[in-house]
């Protein structure tokens, strides 16, 4: 931690089978206005072109960081060994496949900043397996308490940036919903997450994707409320049904 760089963004992208989306990926990292970055590309054992495509990039921009696992582990080993690496302040998330608006690195660290918050995520836009707009964005709140989170995940995992000099180690768990019970275990802290309600940020949805399978995702949203967080049944019971509720919400209606 002594030897952070102060003014740079890690951002945190797991790979795996991603060769069609990654290098619009990283393409959206390049064109940021803030440019104090680096992007560490952790190639989870792809079976695909990935690990190629990943090193010519990093012969493109030495900002990227390329790190390959000799066997698949998954996403949350791979984030924590990207977490390791991180050279910088301020660790982000972006998945190989979603993309970042040009100023969304520019506006997080100036809000940041300027409020001196420990833990930002904003607003984002769902687009398709092609890139096309969908027509839903995702708008959030102005801050988020760790209770008020138990009841929904409303902060997306390619939207975050952590202050780790102030927030302190960051590990995630390999458990299902890993950035979910990753923010909660920040925000028990009596840390409170602050949104910047702008679209900075496009979510692919992707067929067969794990946030596609509603049923699995639930029942992994009541382990994490019952079995991770303790929380009573009556509790967990009145968090599960306003999770229930936005869930259909966000992803049935346009608006």
Known sequence: MNNINRDVVSIITPVYNAESFLEDTVKSVLE????????ILIDDCSSDRSREIISKLALIDDRIVPIYSEVNEGVAKSRNKGIEKAKGRYIAFLDSDDLWKSNKLEEQVKFMRSKDIRFSFTGYEF???DGNNLGKIISVPNKVTYNELL?????????VMIDREKVGK????TLKHEDFITWLSILKKGID????NENLAFYRKRTGSI???????ATWTWN???NIENLNVIKASWCFINYAFITVKKHYFKY
């Open 32 to 39: 940021q206005t803030y440019q104090d970055w680096e992007m």
């Open 127 to 129: 687009i398709n397996e």
């Open 151 to 159: 009841k929904y995940n409303c902060i997306g995992c390619l939207t």
């Open 170 to 173: 960051i590990e995630m768990p």
């Open 193 to 196: 997450a602050y949104g910047i």
């Open 211 to 217: 946030s596609e399978n509603k049923i699995k995702s």
């Open 224 to 226: 994490i409320l019952r």
